[in-house]
């Protein structure tokens, strides 16, 4: 006799991993984490394809539901380390690196914008890494506690204590410094 | 911005939010999914040609372990075989009653006994019987044999020292003292059997 709906046992079975077009859904949040960690738009999005490329060949052992997703930022966290360690780069040494982004029309708009970049990575570069991966991965890669838990496997209260320094040290370098205002 | 902002002033919290969006958006202006997207699947194709598993570093994955554990397996059962062959050098290599025969055919010590018994040449050795004798006879034969297949020529005396050492009760591949029998008598009884043939059935029943 199968088991029922909402049954212990029924609960306990093990989700579908997910497909290429579910892991795909992330690619835009996925890419941004990159972004946030190397800040170099073209390193962000080929990285964000060699998270995709790893997923991919792992994608049957993969988790499913809400526990592919902490998965998949997990991924795209280390390959951006590796990244940054096969570079020899700080992590997060952003005023090093050439903004790529497009110029704006307007020659001060342009200035203001690469100036803001270039304080914002500055300020982020301040960071202790832990508390970086924390913030990136909340603010670029819009995840939840319980999932940047699982992607970072640490501690739920850890994330919140991380996130809640990363927010105060942030604040303080670029507001109080009034670079980015 | 969500989260915890309780030592962050509202004001303060806000304007953090619009520069990490700013952020963001500038990020994003030349990202398209839908490129991002192909891109992916075309990377994803050309890496599984790539590791098709009889192309390419694969290959080490797939056949390394195996043929590692093939070829350990091989040298140790050549490691094994060596060994036995090495402990025990008749192992493997069956005795052929014919080659016996042809032992004895080719000693002049049998060749010189007449084939006539002598009554009461045998008396006296109550103690032995037939069977016992024979039987000793016998793996005295077959040691000395498999000597003279291992190279060493069969020797009349050898031979014949050997099998009336097996006679009076040794084993034949220990150290026997010289036999109080007649060795001649007990010689003489060995020819017999042989050339009847019952000595070479006797072999025959004992592989």
């Not at chain 1, 360690?85 to 307007?106: C, E, P």
């Not at chain 1, 209260?157 to 109080?176: C, F, I, P, Q």
């Not at chain 2, 999914?33 to 599984?48: K, L, W």
């Not at chain 2, 402990?87 to 069956?94: L, T, W």
């Amino acid at each position: 006799m199968m088991p029922e709906q909402g049954t212990p046992r029924a609960e306990a079975v093990k989700p579908m991993p997910p497909s290429l077009d579910e892991l795909l859904g992330h690619s835009r949040t996925v890419f941004l984490v990159c972004f946030g960690l190397t800040r170099n738009r073209a390193d962000a999005e080929d990285l964000a394809q060699e998270t995709y490329l790893r997923a991919c060949r792992q994608i049957d052992r993969l988790p499913g539901g809400d526990a592919a997703k902490a998965w998949l930022f997990r991924v795209a966290r280390n390959v951006c380390l590796d990244h940054l360690r096969r570079r020899q780069l700080d992590i997060f040494s952003y005023g090093k690196v050439a903004d790529q982004t497009l110029a704006a029309g307007d020659p001060h708009e342009d200035l203001v914008r690469r100036e803001r970049n270039a304080a914002l990575s500055r300020a982020l570069g301040r960071l202790p890494r832990r508390l970086r991966e924390v913030l990136v991965l909340r603010e670029y890669g819009e995840l939840s506690y319980e999932q940047i838990a699982q992607a970072l496997r640490i501690e739920l209260g850890t994330v919140m204590s991380r996130l809640h320094r990363a927010r105060r040290k942030l604040a303080e370098a670029v507001l109080k410094s009034g670079e980015l205002r | 911005m969500s989260g915890n902002n309780d030592h962050l002033s509202a004001e303060s919290a806000r304007e953090l939010e619009k520069i990490i969006e700013r952020d963001k958006s500038a990020a994003m202006a030349e990202f398209d999914t839908t490129v991002f997207a192909h891109h992916v699947q075309r990377r994803i194709t050309a890496d599984r040609s790539s590791h098709h598993p009889l192309a390419g570093h694969r290959l080490r994955y797939v056949l390394r372990p195996g043929a590692l554990v093939a070829a350990a397996m091989v040298a140790g059962a050549i490691v094994v075989v060596a060994l036995v062959v090495r402990v025990d050098p008749s192992r493997g290599r069956r005795t052929d009653p014919k080659m016996i025969a042809r032992v004895l055919a080719g000693c002049e010590f049998f060749a010189s006994i007449p084939l006539d018994p002598q009554p009461g040449s045998v008396a006296g050795e109550s103690h032995r019987t037939p069977a016992r004798d024979l039987e000793w006879a016998i793996q005295a034969l077959l040691y000395r044999a498999r000597r003279c297949s291992d190279g060493v020529a069969p020797v009349k005396g050898e031979l014949a020292r050997a099998i009336l050492a097996a006679m009076a009760g040794a084993p034949p591949a220990a150290p026997a003292p010289w036999p109080r029998v007649d060795p001649d008598a007990l010689a003489r009884r060995i020819a017999i059997l042989s050339r009847k043939g019952a000595f070479l059935r006797a072999l025959g029943n004992m592989q």
